[in-house]
């Protein structure tokens, strides 16, 4: 099956930090740009990072530049996300997400985040 | 950066038709063509609908269609059905790798 499945997820303090990740399956990993998408509680969509098949080029939303750090292993088949520094306005359900060219067919079913003391 | 601008709430009855639009700068929806449309049903996994403006991938019904006219897109469902309740989104590139999303609609199917 055609999947990605987020973890790592859960209730940190803010300043902390947390590492999700997001397993691919029923698909070539490697040959798909992956990004990071996020939902905070009662709000919209919000794009989060980029990384390239390889892992050469990588982008982030300004929210999140300095303090998040976007990798992937094609080896294992698996897309990561640093996050660190955590703010109050970082909780969200994070989605892994599959782009194959300028927009997203395949979103995971999301991981909560909740930054509270 | 802005989200785009989407209407909060859309309603309509079964077997009518609903358009949803999407605005944007000229350095956002203006700009390219590479504008998407994902259905989202709270608590699962977003789909999607449309892109490129106004692609349709495999398995969408053609019920669902897309077009973009200057700064605004629009997405159009024809022939409601209760399960197309949910909220949709909009979303484009606006170059320098990034990516914006409108602030999403609630389709209400009365």
């Known amino acids: 099956e055609v999947q990605l499945v987020e973890s790592g997820g859960g209730l940190v303090q803010p300043g902390g930090s947390l590492r999700l990740a997001c397993a691919a399956s029923g698909f070539t990993f490697s040959s798909y740009e992956m990004n990071w998408v996020r939902q905070p509680p009662g709000k919209g969509l919000q794009w989060v990072s980029y990384?390239?098949?390889?892992?050469?080029?990588?982008y982030y939303a300004d929210s999140v530049k300095g303090r998040f750090i976007i990798s992937r292993d094609n080896a294992k088949n698996l897309l990561y996300l640093q996050i660190n520094s955590l703010r109050d306005e970082d909780t969200a359900v994070y989605y892994c997400?599959?782009?194959?060219?300028?927009?997203?067919?395949?979103w995971g079913q999301g991981i909560l985040v909740t930054v509270s003391s | 950066q802005s989200a785009l601008t989407q209407p909060r709430s859309v309603s309509g009855s079964p077997t009518q038709s609903v358009t949803i639009s999407c605005t944007g700068t000229?350095?956002?929806?203006?700009?390219?063509?590479?504008v998407s449309w994902y259905q989202h049903h709270p608590g699962k996994a977003p789909q999607l609908l449309i892109y490129d403006a106004s692609k349709r991938p495999l398995g969408v019904p053609d019920r669902f269609s897309g077009s973009k006219s200057g700064n605004t897109a629009s997405l159009t469902i024809s022939g409601l059905q209760a399960e197309d309740e949910a909220d949709y989104y909009c979303c484009s590139y606006t170059g320098s790798y990034s990516w914006v999303f409108g602030g999403g609609t609630k389709l209400t199917v009365l």
């Open positions: 997400a599959r782009e194959p060219g300028g927009y997203v067919d395949l």
């Open positions: 000229n350095s956002e929806t203006g700009g390219y063509n590479f």
């Open positions: 990384i390239s098949t390889g892992g050469t080029s990588i």
